[in-house]
């Protein structure tokens, strides 16, 4: 029974000591906090805080050509049997694919054979390719297995490098 009661106490102040730590971190240090909530936290001279909301970040145009919307895994499945194309598999899910998205769409939206596949739901493409993270690009030629896109993600790279693919 003692046992019990001295292993209750340990308890009791390992949460008061998790109390005090994170009434120290909301109070005095707010960046964790900020991050957390998705808010920019200000303390003022009184040491209260003061949320504000974040600016959402710059949307980029909604161009309605071909590049800048998804193509099916059939349409994509035809288009490398086709023709040399340049193919980006994206999901929702992925940070790295939110960042390279509208630069990628950028480029397809102004060069012909660039298209890109939405992996959110069904990643069987992105598996059946040997694709192992997202985003990958592929640069796929008729009769061949795709080659992996492993350069810069500006637009100024993409477009020079995907323009020397599908012009050799």
Not at 13 to 18: D, Q
Not at 77 to 93: E, H, N
Not at 102 to 108: F, L
Request: proline share 5%; glycine share 6%.
């Amino acid at each position: 029974m003692s046992f019990m009661k001295s292993l209750f106490k340990l308890d009791t102040v390992f949460l008061l000591i998790l109390i005090g730590i994170g009434i120290y971190l909301t109070f005095y240090k707010t960046s964790w906090l900020q991050g957390l909530l998705g808010f920019g936290a200000k303390a003022s001279s009184k040491q209260s805080v003061q949320f504000e909301a974040k600016p959402k970040p710059k949307e980029t145009s909604n161009k309605s050509s071909a590049g800048s919307k998804p193509i099916s895994i059939e349409t994509a499945k035809q288009k490398m049997q086709q023709s040399k194309c340049v193919i980006a598999l994206f999901a929702d899910w992925c940070g790295h694919c939110k960042e390279m998205k509208p630069k990628y769409s950028e480029v397809a939206a102004t060069m012909p054979n660039v298209y890109w596949v939405d992996q959110t739901d069904d990643s069987s493409f992105a598996e059946e390719l040997g694709v192992e993270g997202f985003p990958s690009v592929l640069l796929s030629t008729p009769g061949k297995k795709p080659e992996f896109y492993k350069k810069s993600r500006e637009v100024d790279a993409m477009e020079k490098h995907f323009n020397k693919f599908l012009n050799e």
